[in-house]
C-alpha cells in the first residue's frame, strides 16, 4: 500500500541519514573511475606518509639513465618482439619495423597465426566505432579523426613473402568493416614447444587522442600501438578443453589479452622529446640530425606501451619496502601539476608499499606514471606493464581523484600487469579486483572510505560478470557491472570470510597465478581452498548471474492476547545467495532484542510474544548485506495491533519457532 511504502522509504532515508549522500560516480568513464569526493574528504592538511615511502625526490633526474636486464625468467615467455618505430610526428604517424617470434605452447602444430591490429578500431565501419558511437567515458572522437593501422610487408626470416596471405577475420560479429583481427596461414606448421620468426613493416595513422591513444598536438600516447600476436590457450588454461587461440575484435568495451614475453624497443622521436616507455632503458639516448632513438627493454610482460611530449616535466625517486626489491618511480608529468609532483610520488610509493606488502612481491624495476595534458583526456586512466597513465591533468588543484586515479592504475599492476586475466571475456577480474584494491589502498593510505551501502543503490542495472564485455547492455552497464557491481562482491565476500581470510585469498591467488591466465572458476577454487567450504551459490548468483541481494521485512501482524502481544515478522530473502543476517526489534517500551537467521531459506517467520506492542523490526541494521541495493524494505515499522484476535494468515510458510524460540517479555 502507499502509505506503507512511503513509510518504509522515510524509515529508509533516517537510516541512511547516517550515510554521507554527496558520493556520485563518474561510469560513462569505462576504465577510469571518476569520483568526486565529498568536500570533507578534501583539506589542506599534509598528506599521511607511509613510514616507507618517506623520501624526498632527488633534485634534477635525468630520465634516460641505462639499466641492464637481469637472467631471472619468471614467465613462459611466449613471446619476443624486436620493433623499430619512428614517430613522424608531423604527419601524425608510427613508422615501424618489428620481428617477432612466437613459441607455440601447446601439443598441437599450429598452422596460423593471427595479429591484433588495434588501431584500426579508429577507422570507419568498425565494431569498435558502432559498439561506442565513436563515444567513450565520457570523451567524444573529434569528428574527422581516424586512425589506422596497415601491415606493410610480412616475411619469414628467410625472406618469404607472406603478405599476400594476410586476411582479417571477424570471429565475434561478422563486421567486414572490421580490420583489428587479421590472420595468415605458416609456410610450415609450428610444432609444440617450437617457434616461428617473422618480419613486418607497419605504419599507423594516430587519432586525436581518444580511447586510450592518439596523438594531441605534440603529446603523443603509443599503447596497442604494433601488430600483437594473439593468445594461443592451452588446454586447461581458463578452462579450456581444448588449445586453441582466443579471438577477439577490438569491441567498445573491451580492454586486451595478450601472453607474456619479452619487448626490445628503440623509438626515434625529434630531440626535443622525452619519452616514457614499458620497462627501462639499455641505453643513452643517441643523438642524431635533430633526431633522438631511445632503447628500451622489458621481459616478463604482456604488453609494451609508451608515451612522448617535449613538454614532461621529469622526476625520479627510487623505492623499496617488504615486497619491493627495488624500483625506480619515473613521473613525467603535464607542466599544470608540476608542483603537485610530491603528491604523484607519494601515492606510487605508498601504493607499492601496500601491494607488496599484502598480494607480493613487484617484480619489475620500473614504474613509470604519464600524466597527460588536459587535451589528451583520453590517454588518462590506463594500465600498462610497468607504466599508468594518471587522470590528465585538467585542474592545477585536483581533489582526491588524482590519488585514486593513480592507485587504481597502479593496483593493476597486479590485477591484470602479473594476474593476467583476459579482459575480452572476463573484465571484472581486473577491473573490479582492482576496484576494490583502490578502495583499500585509498583507506589505508589516506583515510578515505567508501560507502557501500550508497555505492550498492546505485546498482540498478546489474548483469552476470563473466560474459563477454561486448554483451553488457550498454558501457554504463559494462561500468557499473565490471567496475562497481565486481567490487561490491569482492567486499561481499570479504565480509562473510571476515578481514584476514580475504587477504589470504587474494594472497593466494596472486600466487598462484601471477604470470599466468586465471578464470573466475580459478579464483571461486581458490576461494574454496581457503575457506574449506564450496561457494557454488554465491558465484552462481553474483558472477555466473546478474543478481543483487535483497532481505526485507515483508510484514508485521501483531494480535492483542490476553497476557500482551503476539507478532510475526515476516521476513523474505528475494535475491542473492544465502547468508546469515541478523535482525532486530524492538517494543513500544523501548526494549530491544537481536537475533540471527541464517537466510538458507527465502522466507522465515518470527513468532514474538511481549507485553507492550512490537513497533518496528529491520533486517541487516548493520549494512553487512553490501549486495543488498533495497534498502527500503529493509525496515518496517508496525501496525497499531488490532483489538480483536484473528487467526495470523500464515499462508503456505511455515512458523518456524525452533531458530528463534519465542520471546516474551
Ligand atoms: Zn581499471
Redesign the pocket.
Known sequence: MPKRRSLRMLLFVAAAAVLVISFKFGFADA???QYALPAAAVSDEVLPVASSAATPPKADPVPDVPQQSEAVVLSNRITEYHIAVTLDEKNGKLLGEQTVTWKNPGRKAVGELYLHLYPNAFSPGSTFLKESSGQLRGDKMKPGSVGSMSITTLTTDQGETLLPRLHFVQPDDGNKNDRTLVTFRLPEPVKPGMSVTLRMGFTVTLPDVFARMGKADDFVMAGQWFPKVAVYETAGTRGRATEGWNLHQYHGNSEFYSDFGIYSVRIDVPESYTIAATGFQTKSPALAGGRKSYQFYADDVHDFAWSASPNFEYVEDSFSSAGIPGVRIKLYIDPLHKELKDRYMHAAKSALAKLGQWYGEYPYSTLSIIVPPANANGAG?M?YPTLVTAAAAKDDNPGYELERTLL??IA?QYW?GLVASNEFEEAWL??GF??YTEDKLMSSIYGVLPNLPVEASYMTAPEPLDQVSWRFSSSNGYAENV?LRAKLVLSALERQVGDKTMSKILRTYFQKYEFKHPSSADFQKVVESITKTKWNDFFRSYVQNGEMADFAVDSIQTQKTTDGYESIVLLKRYGGSPQPVSIWVQFQDGKSVSKRWDGVQDHIQLQLRSSTPLTYAAIDPGNNVVLDNRRYNNYLQAEVPKETRTRFATGITQIIEGLFGTMVW
Request: hydrophobic share 15%; aromatic share 22%.
Open positions: 576504465w577510469v573511475d586512466g594500465e587504481h592504475e593493476h591484470y581486473d577491473e582492482t576496484s567496475y
